[in-house]
């Protein structure tokens, strides 16, 4: 065996317990998810993701020994990067721009509204600004993976943890809520198929959600809908950044320290979410490519998903059931008020501009 090998598998050996258990959790989830929803007779699920959450958490005492905290690390700060920025394949930018100014505007700022009141709820409500910052950016963005991609630009702090997986959770159901209730507000007010597509894709948090709510209207409202949300998704880059250099500059201010201001956080992860992006929309538009292409596409999307319920079985892993009841109900009160925020932003510019 070469020194080069002997040095990787050194390298590896002290994450291997973290990265299997939390694919284990992983894989529980990922089988415990039809079973669940057959049980409730198919009319409704909870997300792998939640399961894989609520497995973990009630596993905490088993995996809160050293053995397992290297490779949970792992899998919370380096895999969740690199699912992330996998993401960036789900967008072309052509689907965008056929949104037109007007909506891509409306969006824009519905999004950066919401994410300052996720910041002024936090300040009211007593919260921690990074809980904040989660509250707002999943809110505005994609929920549970802005969150944890928010996650990764929030300075450390005491119930950091357990912010992320409540917010993950809160998310999914707020996303299943609205889901079932929004569609039914649209016509309530008499929108047309295009302004219910996006209203539910500039509102709902989470993908799946913005999908199911669009195709319980019309394909019309779903093409629409999928197409503002994944603009949403689109400009997860700049809400990181944006986020993160404002909780690094306030940090500093707070402690007086002027150097530290000028260490702006540059996600690598997010910026090759962005280069997926443009990758994806130059390859989706070469017909000669497409038979290469997709096979690829689809497998790293695959890798993507399967990253993103490792990393979340990894965080759920690391948070006691103890630390989320003890959140108390200003959490509730936050996710709630961003998730209001956004509704009456969009609802009442659509309504205004008829």
């Known amino acids: 065996m070469s020194i080069a090998t002997t040095t990787r598998l050194a390298t590896w050996r002290p994450l291997l317990d973290g990265i299997v258990l939390s694919a284990v959790v992983a894989l529980a989830a990922y089988l415990a998810e039809p079973l669940v929803k057959s049980a409730a007779g198919g009319r409704f699920g909870i997300p792998a993701v939640v399961i894989a959450l609520i497995i973990g958490m009630v596993l905490h005492p088993l995996a809160n020994a050293p053995r397992f905290q290297a490779g949970m690390t792992f899998c919370v700060k380096k895999m969740l990067r690199w699912a992330i920025a996998l993401l960036g394949l789900r967008v072309a930018l052509g689907d965008i721009v056929a949104l037109g100014l007007t909506t891509a505007l409306l969006v824009i700022v519905a999004m950066a509204a919401t994410i300052l009141s996720g910041f002024l709820l936090a300040r009211w409500l007593g919260r921690e600004t990074g809980m904040g910052a989660l509250g707002g950016v999943a809110t505005a963005v ?206 009442g510019s659509l309504l205004a501009l008829g």
């Open 142 to 347: 994609c929920g549970a993976s802005a969150a944890l991609a928010t996650a990764t630009v929030v300075p450390d702090y005491k119930s950091k943890a357990a912010d992320v997986a409540f917010t993950v959770i809160a998310m999914n159901a707020l996303s299943t809520v609205a889901m079932l209730a929004y569609p039914l507000i649209c016509v309530w007010l008499g929108f047309s198929p295009s302004q219910t597509g996006i209203m539910l894709g500039a509102t709902i948090h989470d993908v799946a959600q913005v999908v199911g709510a669009g195709q319980a209207v019309s394909v019309e409202a779903a093409n629409a809908a999928i197409i503002v949300k994944l603009f949403r998704v689109f400009l997860l880059l700049p809400a990181v950044l944006i986020v993160g250099w404002w909780l690094v500059h306030d940090d500093a201010k707070r402690a007086g320290d002027v150097a530290a201001r000028a260490k702006v956080p540059v996600p690598v992860f997010a910026i090759m979410f962005l280069v997926l992006c443009l990758v994806n929309s130059l390859l989706a538009t070469q017909p000669a490519l497409a038979d290469l292409y997709q096979p690829i596409r689809t497998l790293l999307l695959s890798i993507s998903t399967w990253g993103l319920l490792i990393a979340i079985a990894a965080l759920g892993l690391g948070t006691s059931l103890g630390a989320m009841a003890r959140l108390g109900w200003r959490h509730l009160a936050l996710v709630t008020g961003t998730s209001l925020v956004i509704l009456v932003i969009v609802t």
